[in-house]
Structure formats: structure tokens, C-alpha cells
């Protein structure tokens, strides 16, 4: 059974830094390209970033651009996401997801086959 696993969330404040990670079990990531998301209290999940299969390609939102640093580490079968200079609007719950192939960059959400069950992160002072 295909299972992500999301974790490093919690309480940081504006400014900080956090590093979320997401561990893969029951299949190799080796063929599947990863997204982050988020989703704020009252409004739609939103795509953070996304990593090809094999780490050479990676995409941004534009908020986050400069601040988030996507990167995987397929022998431990898991995918970072590198947290910095954090903002209050930030705050959300955090996924990962798996979709087979290279690349995500233009895979619709939906497509995403795999989902994590999620980790709250919090930017508040």
C-alpha cells in the first residue's frame, strides 16, 4: 500500500525556520515526482513546490520562491521541505504528494495519486 508520511510541523515564529519532511513507504520514490502543498484555514489547497523524480527539477510558488528549498534523498525514500524566513501567513496544514512519472510542475492536483494524512505548521509570535 502506497503511504506518505508527513512530519517537522509545529509552532515557530515569524522569522524561523522549519524542515518538513516526507517519508515514503510501500513504494519507491525513485519513479514518482512530489509536490508540497498547503491549505490555510477557510481557503484552498494551494501547490507550495514540486521535485521531479530524480531532484533535477524543481518549481516554486511564487511566495515562497527564495524562502522554500525543495529536495529528496531517494536512498532514504524521502522528500524535504526546507522552511525559512517564515511569515504568519504561512500558517497551514502541510501535504505531500506522489505522482508517477519525471516531472509535476504542470500536473493538476488531481492527478496527485498519493496523498499524506498532513503536518500543521504554525507562524505566530
Known amino acids: 500500500q502506497l503511504q506518505l508520511v508527513e512530519s517537522g510541523g509545529g509552532l515557530v515564529q515569524p522569522g524561523g525556520s522549519l524542515r518538513l519532511s516526507c517519508a515514503a513507504s510501500?513504494?519507491?520514490?525513485?519513479?514518482?515526482?512530489i509536490g508540497w502543498f498547503r491549505q490555510a484555514p477557510g481557503k484552498a489547497r494551494e501547490r507550495v513546490s514540486c521535485i521531479s523524480n530524480d531532484g533535477g527539477v524543481t518549481n516554486y510558488a511564487n511566495f515562497v520562491k527564495g524562502r522554500f528549498t525543495i529536495s529528496r534523498d531517494n536512498a532514504k525514500n524521502t522528500v524535504y521541505l526546507q522552511m525559512s524566513s517564515l511569515k504568519p501567513e504561512d500558517t497551514a496544514v502541510y501535504y505531500c504528494?506522489?505522482?508517477?512519472?519525471?516531472?509535476?510542475?504542470?500536473?493538476?492536483?488531481?492527478?496527485?495519486?498519493?496523498w499524506g494524512q498532513g503536518t500543521q505548521v504554525t507562524v505566530s509570535s
Open positions: 510501500g513504494f519507491s520514490l525513485d519513479y514518482y515526482a
Open positions: 504528494a506522489a505522482v508517477f512519472g519525471r516531472y509535476c510542475a504542470y500536473v493538476p492536483q488531481g492527478d496527485f495519486g498519493s
